[in-house]
C-alpha cells in the first residue's frame, strides 16, 4: 500500500527565503508525482506533475524534483512570498492519486 | 480546459438525512473519478475510485452501503452520504481522470463542505 509522506508538517519563515518541502513515497511504481496547493477552506491547485521518467520540473518560482528510485520528491520555493502561504500537498500516482500529509506553510513579511 | 464542477460547495443537513454531492466534467469525458474526504488540517484520503458503468471500489475501511457512488455517465459521478451524522461532517473532494496525448492527469473538483448538525 501506497504510504506518502512530507517533513517538514510545517514551516514559518520570513519574506525572501528559499524553501525546500520534501516528499517521501514508499511505492517507487508510480505514473508521475504531482504537488498542488491548498488554500484554508478552498480546493486543490495544481502546481507540478512530474512524469516518471522526468527528474524535474519548473514553474515560475518554483522547481521540482523526482528521485524515484529513492522515493523522494522535493519542492523548492525561490524568494518565498507571504502570497505563498497555504498547504502544499504531493500526491503519488499508481493509477490513482494516493496523498501526503501535507506542509503547512506561513510567509511572514 | 479540463475543468470538474463539484455541487454543491457547502451543505447543511440534519443528521440521519442523505446528502448527495455531484461531480462534473465539463469539457472532456471522465470515464474513472475519485471521491476523497479531508478532515480539518488533514490531507486527502482517497475513499473510493468510481468506474462509469460498473461498481465503485471502495478503500479499506470506507462503508460502500454508507458513501453510494453512482457513475452512470461519463461525465457524472455523485456520491450521496447516507444517514448522515455529526462524524460524516468533512470536505469532500472528488477529481476525474482525464487523457492527453502520451499521459494523463486528474483534475479536482473545488470541493464540498459538508456539516452535520
Known amino acids: 500500500k501506497q504510504e506518502v509522506t512530507q517533513i517538514p508538517a510545517a514551516l514559518s519563515v520570513p519574506e525572501g527565503e528559499n524553501l525546500v518541502l520534501n516528499c517521501s513515497f514508499t511505492?517507487?511504481?508510480?505514473?508521475?508525482l504531482q504537488w498542488f496547493r491548498q488554500d484554508p477552506g478552498k480546493g486543490l491547485t495544481s502546481l507540478l506533475l512530474?512524469?516518471?521518467?522526468?527528474r524535474e520540473q519548473t514553474s515560475g518560482r518554483l522547481n521540482a524534483s523526482l528521485d524515484k528510485s529513492s522515493g523522494r520528491s522535493t519542492l523548492y520555493i525561490a524568494a518565498s512570498q507571504p502570497g505563498d502561504s497555504a498547504t502544499y500537498l504531493c500526491?503519488?500516482?499508481?493509477?490513482?492519486?494516493?496523498f501526503g500529509t501535507g506542509t503547512r506553510l506561513q510567509v511572514f513579511p | 480546459g479540463a475543468v470538474v464542477s463539484q455541487h454543491p460547495s457547502w451543505v447543511i443537513c440534519k443528521s440521519g438525512t442523505s446528502v448527495k454531492i455531484e461531480c462534473r466534467s465539463l469539457?472532456?469525458?471522465?470515464?474513472?473519478m475519485f471521491w476523497y474526504r479531508q478532515f480539518p488540517k488533514q490531507s486527502l484520503m482517497l475513499m473510493a475510485t468510481?468506474?462509469?458503468?460498473?461498481?465503485?471500489?471502495?478503500e479499506q475501511g470506507v462503508e460502500k452501503d454508507k458513501f453510494l457512488i453512482n457513475h452512470a455517465s461519463l461525465t457524472l459521478s455523485t456520491l450521496t452520504v447516507t444517514s448522515a451524522h455529526p462524524e460524516d461532517s468533512s470536505f469532500y473532494i472528488c477529481?476525474?481522470?482525464?487523457?492527453?496525448?502520451?499521459?494523463?492527469?486528474?483534475?479536482f473538483g473545488s470541493g464540498t463542505r459538508l456539516t452535520v448538525v
Open positions: 477529481s476525474a481522470k482525464r487523457y492527453s496525448v502520451n499521459n494523463y492527469g486528474y483534475t
Open positions: 511505492d517507487s511504481a508510480i505514473y508521475n
Open positions: 512530474i512524469q516518471s521518467s522526468q
Open positions: 500526491a503519488a500516482n499508481t493509477d490513482k492519486l494516493i
Open positions: 469539457d472532456f469525458q471522465a470515464t474513472t
Open positions: 468510481s468506474n462509469e458503468g460498473s461498481k465503485a471500489t471502495y
